[in-house]
C-alpha cells in the first residue's frame, strides 16, 4: 500500500505560481506511475497531468499544458506539480495518484491510491 500526503495548495491571485508537493511512504514509490487531478465545487475530477515511474516523459490536460509542470524525485518519494500563470479555472481541490505501471493514466478508475487533496484557490 503506498499512503500520499499532499501539500502546497492556497490562495494566490491570477498570474501567480504555486508548487504542490505529494510525498509517498509505504511501497516503493518508484514501482508506481503517478498523476494529478482535480475536482472543482460542483464538477467532476478531472485529469491534470501524469508521469512515468522514473519521470522521463509526461502527459497534459490540454487546459494546463504549457503552465503546469509535473516532475518526481524518487530518492525523495515525492511528486511534484510546478503551477505557473494560474488562472481563476484552475481552482479546485488538487489530488496526487498512484498507479501500479510504468506509465500514467488520464482515467482516474486507473489509480489505485490517493492522497487527501489540497485546495488552490486563484483569485481574479
Known amino acids: 500500500q503506498v499512503q500520499l500526503v499532499e501539500s502546497g495548495g492556497g490562495l494566490v491571485q491570477a498570474g501567480g505560481s504555486l508548487r504542490l508537493s505529494c510525498a509517498a511512504s509505504?511501497?516503493?514509490?518508484?514501482?508506481?506511475?503517478m498523476g494529478w487531478f482535480r475536482q472543482a465545487p460542483g464538477q467532476e475530477r478531472e485529469f491534470v497531468a501524469h508521469t512515468t515511474i522514473r519521470g522521463g516523459s509526461a502527459f497534459y490536460a490540454t487546459s494546463v499544458k504549457g503552465r503546469l509542470t509535473i516532475s518526481r524525485d524518487n530518492s525523495k518519494n515525492t511528486l511534484y506539480l510546478e503551477m505557473k500563470n494560474l488562472k481563476p479555472e484552475d481552482t479546485a481541490v488538487y489530488y496526487c495518484?498512484?498507479?501500479?505501471?510504468?506509465?500514467?493514466?488520464?482515467?482516474?478508475?486507473?489509480?489505485?491510491?490517493w492522497g487527501q487533496g489540497t485546495q488552490v484557490t486563484v483569485s481574479s
Open positions: 509505504g511501497r516503493t514509490f518508484s514501482s508506481y506511475a
Open positions: 495518484a498512484a498507479r501500479p505501471s510504468y506509465s500514467g493514466s488520464t482515467n482516474d478508475w486507473a489509480y489505485s491510491y
